[in-house]
């Protein structure tokens, strides 16, 4: 069995060859997949090898061969399935060729196409093609194409449970679907998807978004970090933002007053999404309220960092940022009693986590920080102004570029690649900018994306062709 890394690689490499009659160079492929190294690439080169799936030639740029296990068969062609909801039978009309190595040594099998995105956990995309191998009865669990309602077909995994059965997608944004009999045409055994299709995609298989806007190293999408598929997973240094407080404020495209459980389940997932796009070296700067009063006191500092530190980041510290802010005394509780007054605290604070290792060893390992910044701003107590609301462009809850520049030269080398998941007015992209990192900003909302990039303009220069 090959992993969904080593399937993908060799997806690719035999989509080249059908394409242009010779492989890709290993430069060609860490090109493609994005990979840190060429010899990352010859691991996985070796490890096909080893699993009989390719050949390599010696002292050749293109030393990659396909193997005996890539030998051709025909199989028909029966159209198109929904790995989604089911739509109706479908009929065979053409043959194609594919490798041999993908089908069973024995029995009759035929190919369909895939629409909808309910297997991606199963590394089976919208646009690939599965190979089914003709069976009526499958495992508890295993992926099979399922006929249901006398005239409807699905991919899906299967479970047989007491009087009823699930038919189980491989992606947890989506239901199940439960029905009392099924009929079972064959069995998923494996799974390709073309050259073409592979260049429009990202390494992981998710569809690939081109930026709102891109230039001088700064990419915006105007999307939401939930389900931006356009950043590859593992490809961020650092990543510094001020989420949504969730205290009424009128953003245009964001609803600020949740259930506080509500809340922290959308914390949960935006900070799980950061986690997965970070580097193993990544780190996390997250700006965030000591607590709140209004519908409540809530401990909202200690519970983000609880979820951070469930989801996988690790703590390292925690810095006070001094905004002089004595307007967030919304209210004295009893006045001058002990019956039941209200302790408000001005400041905000700024976590600093990590993914798996705190010490940077990769990257250009280039700093701009003087010796000055770095003493003053080690002392973790950080007094500064915010940032008003018409200096930011009309953006409702902006935060000054102070916060970003210190986090981007305290944290981060020359080069890095800084990414916040709640753009707003393009704060930590101005201070990316000005200080030589590469910035990816993320907003749902079209007005902030432009809010953003006139700031862009003004603040760190960047000229718009």
Known sequence: MLTKKQKNILDYIQGCH????????????????????????SHYIKILQKKGYIKRAKNAARGVEI???????????????????????????????????????????????????????????????????????????????????????????????????????????????????????GKVISAFRNIEEQEKRNSDGTKFQRPYFEKDGISIFRDDILKIAS??????????????????????????????????????????????????????????????????????????TRIAKDIGWKYHSTIIWNEGNISRRTAWGSFMSASAPYVIAPVELILVLYKDSWKKTGGSRKNDITKQEFMDWTNGIWTFPGQSKKGAGGHPAPFPVELPRRCIKLFSFIDDTVLDPFLGSGSTLIAACLHNRKGVGVDIDKDYCDIAIRRLQQEAKIKIN
Request: proline share 5%.
């Open 67 to 185: 193997g005996e296990k890539d030998a051709v068969i025909n199989i028909p062609f029966k159209g198109y399935i929904a790995a989604g909801q089911p739509i109706e039978a479908i009929e065979e009309y053409e043959t194609i060729t594919v490798p041999k190595n993908l089908v069973s040594t024995s029995g009759q099998h035929f190919a369909l196409g895939v629409k909808g995105d309910s297997m991606i956990d199963e590394g089976i995309f919208d646009g690939d093609t599965v190979i089914i191998r003709k069976q009526s009865n499958v495992e508890n669990g295993e992926t099979a194409i399922a006929l249901i309602n006398g005239n409807e077909v699905t991919l899906k995994k299967i479970f047989k449970e007491k009087n009823r059965i699930r038919l189980q997608p491989a992606n947890p944004n989506l239901k199940p679907l439960y029905v009392k009999s099924v009929v079972i045409q």
């Open 18 to 41: 059908q394409k242009n009659g010779y492989s890709p160079s290993h430069e060609e492929i860490r090109k493609h997949f994005k990979l840190s190294s060429v010899s990352t690439v």
């Open 231 to 304: 950043i590859p997973n593992a490809s961020i240094d650092l990543i510094v933002t001020s989420p949504p407080y969730n205290v009424d404020i009128h953003y245009n495209s964001h609803a600020d007053n949740l259930t506080y459980e509500d809340y922290l389940e959308f914390t949960k997932k935006w900070i799980k999404r950061c986690f997965d796009l970070a580097k193993s070296e990544g780190r996390f700067l997250l700006n965030i309220p000591l607590d709140k009063n209004k519908g409540g006191q809530k401990s909202v500092g200690a519970d983000i």
